[in-house]
């Protein structure tokens, strides 16, 4: 087989890992250089492909490609952009390989969730449709943790220590004030549709360290009555209880909590999020002083506190992509197997792409406790090892060393497309 | 002089290292059994000495006082209570005397902000007034940093590195996403009077890391026009940009920002954050996609990310104020004291109480730039230090091991007292 160079890029919503990914591509490429080329990424995700906007990886130094292993964030950039089907979209297809072939690219690497899978799905069917050899490798990412198959997402595992970390922390200070102030911290972290990051919230308390929280998750439809009662009989217990709430939650209505059709005086629609509105509820339900927080971007992006679990594996599904390259694989994905559960042990395995895609993986609802507002023994050894590890970025002043690619561009060698 | 027991109480909002405080008292107080009996801490802060509530610090191992370094929030409870004047409530005064002379309370530490130090201050003249021979010595503390003569406060360098490191993660985040997506990233944070620690989020920029950061400060009057100007010529250079508005900026009203009169669709008024009211403004006049977060207590309590020169102060300022007490001082505070800027060193001084209470430091004008959205040089020659260093808490499990003291109750020896 000819040497050819290989394409990599970022999709979707970065994480605290999804360079630890990149990282894994890149080194192992260069480990294989009788075989693959260069590495060149997509500047801004796919839309680096179709605009033939491609960054020359190989003009990064070893210590700049190494760092990115503790980077948070996409380091070539990311979009939120999907491909349509061939049959809807031929141009733009046909516009990947006219990019492809004019810098010999040979395999495709898309780092992404459940969209991307399925992109990677279609341009790995290009060979046969449009008789172009590419080999098309899906790297998994997603804070969401809502890919089948794979026993976890790369990504997840820091996103629910931060937010594992986060609500210990805040228990800690809202049962210090709650004899005179605040009685009830609410949280809201992201989880659309699942409730996985809801979930690690869960973790912040555990047999040494009791701490009464309620979690309120997606595929739980929200009763407010139910709620307070929940939250009344904790703080008449503890003193104080922490909420946690997804993003996602919503009425017996089916409308998202977080749409509350928000206007300010001048009557202009404002848009909030659901922490304040759940906490609005305690305070005219309930009567009692709390505090909110959104941790947004936050939760993402912390590769100060990410799980070591987590960015061995983000590492490992980018290293097996290229090793699964260079076997000959099409249209597959490397996931994480857990071998076994105690002591937790995982290895990385293969799934099919056309499994994978455009498939969401919702919290089981034997993960969840009767009521609804808590996660079962069951959960909490499924989650428990994924947190588990530190490993810190170099700090330099106060902060962490990130990295900041030189990010050169490949000269271009087509016209210009226009998307 | 006769061995007496010890008095110590938190007050006011809790941080990340108000226990390497009660660490630093606790553990020093030991240190000199032979004229120090044993240190009683308040349940609750001040509530504790008024209710007779106090916990026999002695109970505890050291171990676990040691662990008090490393765990975040107030460990014995604090509370947001203000004694009046000795004028004004002869009874609170009389009735704390009493707690002290039946538990042979010759010294008391109040650990906490301005309010506290003017609390403080009143019971250091309680053996002038009353006739009670009581050593009052104030332990600094606060997340706002507004204390006077002390050159930063405890508590601050955390919070800082915290926001700090936040706003750097998020805005490689944003950088990623910008070209198809969010393009401005709002994080509200605390400060209601001050500005420091929303200036700590500029800390994310360096010379290495350019980061476009637009701040916000509640001692500069909003002006929407400038600012949605300063926003727009940022995204105009950087395709993003992040901005750190502290909780308490006004509009040219004199109006908190945050205060817009929300009302859902009932007509019900929401208490919200300024955060999305900023963001809003920003979708309203430039027509950007946003993100927006809110720290609230993650910021105070982050114990995980804590600066270690904090720590190390915080830590110092209890061993300090207990030498003060053994040499026979009232009426003062232990405070930082900047030796040398570069390299930064420092050492305890000693403040007097009368030159502290209910003092708030606001940034000095020459710490903010003339357009009122960054911080000048001479500022982040203040902050950096601040925030240098870290000291990771032991973690078991993923989660950081904080500790939960026995908090075990001395005997009553006083009939019950109401507030």
Redesign the interface.
Known sequence: MAKKNAFYA?SG??T?VINASACGVIETARRHRSRIGKVFAGR??I?GALTEDLIDTSKESAAAIAALRH?????F?????KLKGLEENRAQYQRLIDVFKAHEIGYFFYNGGGDSADTCLKVSQLSETLGYPIQAIHVPKTVDNDLPITDCCPGFGSVA?YV???V???S???????????KV?V?EVMGRHAGWIAAAGA??A?AK??LPIVILFPEISFDKTKFLDRVDSMVKKYGYCSVVVSEGVKGGDGKFLSD??????FG?A????V???V??MV??GLNLKF????????Q??????A?ATDVAQAYAVGKAAVELALKGKNAVMPMVVRKSQKPYKWTIGVAELKNVANKEKFMPRDFITEDGFQITRKCRDYL?PL????E?PP?K????D?V?LENVAVPKKLPAFVL
């Open positions: 970022q919503g970065v605290a801004n995700g839309i980077t948070p964030a996409g380091a950039g990311s979009c939120r952009f220590k594992a970390v986060s210990r922390e805040a800690f200070d809202v049962a210090s004030m709650a004899k005179t102030s605040t911290f949280l973790l912040a555990d360290t009791d509350q059709g928000l206007r300010d005086a202009h404002q848009l909030g999020g922490a304040p509105v906490a609005n305070r005219e505090h909110w927080g959104v941790a947004d971007y936050l993402r992006a912390a590769r100060h506190i799980s428990v947190i588990r590890g530190e810190f700090f002043n106060g902060l962490p990130y900041i």
